[in-house]
T-cell receptor, first 114, second 112 residues
Framework: DAGVIQSPRHEVTEMGQEVTLRCKPI?????LFWYRQTMMRGLELLIY????????DSGMPEDRFSAKMPNASFSTLKIQPSEPRDSAVYFC????????????FGPGTRLTVT | LAKTTQPISMDSYEGQEVNITCSHN???????ITWYQQFPSQGPRFIIQ???TKVTNEVASLFIPADRKSSTLSLPRVSLSDTAVYYC?????????????FGGGTRLMVKP
């Protein structure tokens, strides 16, 4: 298996633009997680899905952030409009189930908003 | 949600055994203890998980005393490639959301 796949790996955009991050979880995994990592705040859970259904989105910072999982093999995290403070590395992770502690992380997307 | 406390950083030398201790005084009965490792520019990687006593795998050992208020990750004979940040997480089995709080972690520096 190729592991969790994220695209793009790097994204540079201007303030106010829409940004869409993509994730393909490991086949057969039923849970998917989106995290954000910065030097100041560390690694934060934004939202997670179980069987394609959003379970907990309390970590989503603002209404500018939205996430979808239209099927078991694809998820997106969208920021609209983007702001410089959204600059961070965004990780997607998947696990066999929501009660499995072994999460598999993707390589991350480094987002820079100027 | 159980809070964890671990040292900010540690230094070691190649070939030594490294022990990183995590405090979790308000751990709940259903909570498990999980450790992750993160290398620069990569996502965290699961290392080991336990509930009580001792767990060992090919990478590390996890020691948990009877009161479960702390745990120690033990890395035998570290090498330069073990330089990374190590995170301790505590959470319940009935809802993965309970344990998805990564603290600051312990930054381990292995020197030659």
């Amino acid at each position: 298996d190729a592991g969790v796949i994220q695209s793009p790996r790097h994204e540079v955009t201007e303030m106010g633009q829409e940004v869409t991050l993509r994730c393909k979880p490991i086949s057969g995994h039923n849970s998917l997680f989106w995290y954000r990592q910065t030097m100041m705040r560390g690694l934060e859970l934004l939202i997670y899905f179980n069987n394609n259904v959003p379970i907990d989105d309390s970590g989503m910072p603002e209404d500018r952030f939205s996430a979808k999982m239209p099927n078991a093999s694809f998820s997106t995290l969208k920021i609209q409009p983007s702001e410089p403070r959204d600059s961070a590395v965004y990780f997607c992770a998947s696990s066999l189930s929501a009660v499995s502690y072994e999460q598999y992380f993707g390589p991350g997307t480094r987002l820079t908003v100027t | 949600l159980a809070k964890t406390t671990q040292p900010i950083s540690m230094d070691s030398y190649e070939g030594q055994e490294v022990n990183i201790t995590c405090s979790h005084n308000n751990i709940a009965t259903n909570d498990y203890i999980t450790w992750y490792q993160q290398f620069p520019s990569q996502g965290p990687r699961f290392i080991i998980q336990g509930y009580k006593t001792k767990v060992t795998n090919e990478v590390a050992s996890l020691f948990i005393p009877a009161d479960r208020k702390s745990s120690t990750l033990s890395l035998p004979r570290v090498s330069l490639s073990d330089t990374a940040v190590y995170y301790c997480l505590v959470g319940g089995s009935y809802n993965a959301g309970n344990m998805l709080t990564f603290g600051g972690g312990t930054r381990l520096m292995v020197k030659p």
